[in-house]
Nanobody, 123 residues
Framework: QVHLVESGGGLVQAGGSLRLSCEGS????????MGWFRQAPGKEREFVAA???????TSADSVKGRFTISKDNAKNTVYLQMDSLKPEDTAVYYC?????????????????WGQGTQVTVSS
């Protein structure tokens, strides 16, 4: 059974930084993509960033230059380094996983999800 566990969320002032982690377990996919999505109250879940097992990555225009996705294959962990945070980045951040090698950016394309971690950016 696949499990994804996020950590690292919290409360930070605008301009600050946080690093989210997502540890995956229970899968044996050779090729896979791990993504980060976020959902603010009253809004749809939106794509933030994604990375393949081989290291190719992409991110949403709204976070380019501020957020960096990375991974540690040995630890089965993907990270989201978030710098220059803005109040509009406030949301629950979710980690997602699917098998494959294409950088999917739609939430419906992912099969496994973590429980989410709250990120709150105060102005």
């Amino acid at each position: 059974q696949v499990h994804l566990v996020e950590s690292g969320g919290g409360l930070v002032q605008a301009g600050g930084s946080l690093r989210l982690s997502c540890e995956g377990s229970g899968h044996t996919f050779r090729n896979y993509i791990m993504g980060w999505f976020r959902q603010a109250p009253g809004k749809e879940r939106e794509f933030v960033a994604a990375i393949t097992w081989s290291g190719r990555s992409t991110s949403a225009d709204s976070v380019k230059g501020r957020f960096t996705i990375s991974k540690d294959n040995a630890k089965n962990t993907v990270y989201l380094q978030m710098d220059s945070l803005k109040p509009e980045d406030t949301a629950v951040y979710y980690c997602a996983l699917r098998e494959g090698a294409v950088l999917f950016i739609q939430s419906r394309q992912y099969d496994y999800w973590g429980q989410g971690t709250q990120v709150t950016v105060s102005s």
